[in-house]
């Protein structure tokens, strides 16, 4: 017992946060304001580091002129002194210039550096932002399938940037912190390589790494490795109390494992790896996000046009009309290209900034609005009254779109974080959500119109899980599609996700259509594509 005691008493890493929280993690436009922060207090540093150098040359110079004095004077000091005004000098330097000496050298120069940064730091990430950041990295590895190596060594899109090995072991203990021993495992790994590869640290070395490491791969069942770690360990601390214990727990769970029989796994099974709320469509949500299982048929592909588009030849755009895009053919949906000047969607950007918040989610059983960690994004609602960008927004919506947009939410600008997602949901509320939309009077989303107010360099797809669809962010361009069919039935195929942030900074914008003001817009056809192949439920094409 005393053993296995010892084993679990390993020191869980303490986390502290701070009173004031702003989720900066989940917002990229909002941390660009932290490297100016940042930016301000380099400036200071530089000030300070000056200041103090001037101070000490100051004293350098006194100290080298008393030095050729002394040397000078002491040869022979009665000659010296026996002229009045070095006596003098002599009285004055001792009694009031080593005086104002003392005073330079006790003057404190941080002062200004010291009070900027106090202020300054009341305005900084706190510990669970550090925290959402590292588990976004684990999120991007385990999404685009990245090893610790590709990420540390700087292979990602755009410029190098390299994570040394405080980094990796700083990534571990996020992980350990939070009972994720699979990554605590793989970024412990790749801190021990780095550091025999030559990498040096004031703060953790290898017997540190290997103690998590033996404590993170036993959760996960492999007795055999946590002994050999905990072993490399006592190679290098034979003292080690914890590793002394674990090394006779280990060896005495390994001894029974081998007397099991054949063919059963014993105390020594492989654990899950996966999260406790991994969704069963996980990995073909991930699939979709690497760009990989698009389930779309070359027959299916060639039906699919471009067009200019007007709407049965409305007013604005009979002469101008707007270039449309078949992106999937059932559910049906389109792109907009060119919908947006980037003078608008600056507008909108700077309107939204100073109002973003972190998205939440509705609980299904409560009803409150919650934070959740399959939804990293911030977000703002911008009403058509708050300035003319967003009421011609909201206009050409409608006139493009044939749906009245005044029984419609407002605009809402989302901006994603370190790793932003949106886990796949449903925009329309389900029959097992009767009162989803009751407070709003305006029925359920009828049709979703969406954004895209940045370019992304890697990642952030919206993927339809369901049929296995994939749109990829174009800035400037919209995506519209229906949530119902026109019975007003839910259409299920309409599941879809925002898929994590790889590298860059993605907005968007989105307006939910109600049903309300659309009973006599939306054909009550229950063919929703033109020209297109009849799919069945299964997304398949009918013979």
Same mark, same amino acid.
């Not at 025999?196 to 070395?205: I, K, M």
């Not at 409560?366 to 959740?372: D, I, K, V």
């Not at 329309?428 to 940045?454: C, Q």
């Not at 019975?487 to 939910?512: E, F, I």
């Given at each position: ?257 081998? @007397?099991? &029989?054949?063919?059963?796994? /014993? *105390? #020594?099974?492989? +654990? ?6 991994? $969704?069963?469509? !996980?990995? @073909?949500? &991930?699939?979709?996000?690497? /760009? *990989? #299982?698009?389930? +779309? ?6 039906? $699919?046009?471009? !067009? ?23 559910? !049906? ?23 973003? !918040? ?186």
């Amino acid at each position: 017992m005393a053993a296995s005691w010892l084993f679990f008493c390993v020191l869980l890493p303490c986390v502290t946060s701070s009173s004031a929280h702003s989720d900066f993690f989940t917002s990229i436009g909002q941390m660009t304001d932290l490297l100016f922060t940042e930016k301000d207090l380099v400036t200071s540093l530089k000030d300070y580091i000056r200041a103090e150098e001037t101070k000490l040359e100051q004293i350098r110079r006194w100290a080298d002129k008393l030095d050729v004095l002394a040397a000078a004077a002491t040869q022979d000091p009665e000659s010296f002194l026996g002229h009045p005004v070095n006596a003098f000098k002599l009285m004055k330097r001792l009694n009031t210039e080593w005086g104002e000496l003392e005073n330079l050298v006790l003057t404190d120069m941080s002062d200004g550096f010291i009070s900027n940064l106090t202020i300054q730091r009341q305005h900084f990430p706190n510990d669970d932002d550090q925290t959402g950041a590292a588990k976004a990295l684990m999120r991007l590895q385990d999404t685009y399938q990245l090893d610790t190596d590709t990420i540390s060594t700087g292979q990602l899109p755009g410029p190098d940037q390299l994570i040394i090995m405080d980094d990796c072991f700083d990534l571990g203990k996020v992980a350990y912190s939070e009972a994720d021993y699979y990554h605590t495992e793989l970024w412990m790994v790749q801190a021990l390589k780095q550091l025999d590869q030559g990498e040096t640290s004031n703060t953790v070395d290898a017997v540190t790494i290997l103690d998590y490491l033996s404590y993170s791969v036993y959760q996960q069942g492999e007795l055999e490795r946590a002994l050999d770690f905990t072993r490399r360990l006592l190679e290098l601390d034979g003292t080690h109390q914890r590793a002394n214990g674990n090394l006779k727990y280990f060896e005495y769970q390994l001894a029974k494992q081998k @007397k099991v &029989e054949v063919g059963e796994k /014993g *105390e #020594g099974r492989q +654990m899950p790896r996966h999260p406790d709320d991994y $969704l069963p469509e !996980r990995r @073909k949500y &991930e699939q979709l996000c690497r /760009g *990989e #299982g698009v389930k +779309m048929t070359p027959r299916r592909q060639s039906r $699919l046009f471009c !067009r200019y588009y007007d709407n049965n030849r409305h007013p604005r755009y009979m002469i101008g009309p707007v270039k449309q895009e078949d992106e999937w053919d059932s559910p !049906r949906i389109v792109r907009y290209h060119d919908i947006v000047s980037d003078k608008e969607m600056e507008k909108v950007k700077e309107l939204a900034k100073p109002r973003l !918040r972190r998205a939440t989610i509705s609980n299904p059983l409560t009803g409150a609005l919650e934070t959740a960690h399959y939804r990293i994004s911030k977000s703002a609602w911008l009403g058509a009254y708050e300035h003319p960008v967003i009421d011609k927004i909201n206009q050409r919506i409608e006139d493009i779109t044939g749906l009245d947009v005044s029984t419609a939410e407002d605009l809402q600008v989302a901006n994603y974080g370190v790793g932003g997602q949106y886990e796949p949901h449903f925009d329309f509320g389900r029959k097992d959500e009767p009162d989803a939309f009751e407070e709003l009077g305006t029925g359920n989303r009828i049709a979703t119109w969406l954004l895209y107010m940045s370019d992304v360099q890697s990642g952030g797809a919206t993927v339809f899980t369901d049929v296995r669809a994939a749109v990829w962010p174009k800035k400037g361009t919209a995506v519209f599609w229906y949530n119902l069919f026109p019975s007003g039935d839910g259409d299920y195929r309409t599941r879809h996700a925002a898929c994590p942030v790889l590298v860059g900074n993605k907005w968007v914008s989105n307006k939910w259509i109600h049903e309300r003001g659309q009973e006599f817009r939306r054909r009550c056809s229950l063919q929703e594509t033109t020209d297109l192949e009849v799919i069945d439920s299964a997304g398949q094409t009918a013979d």
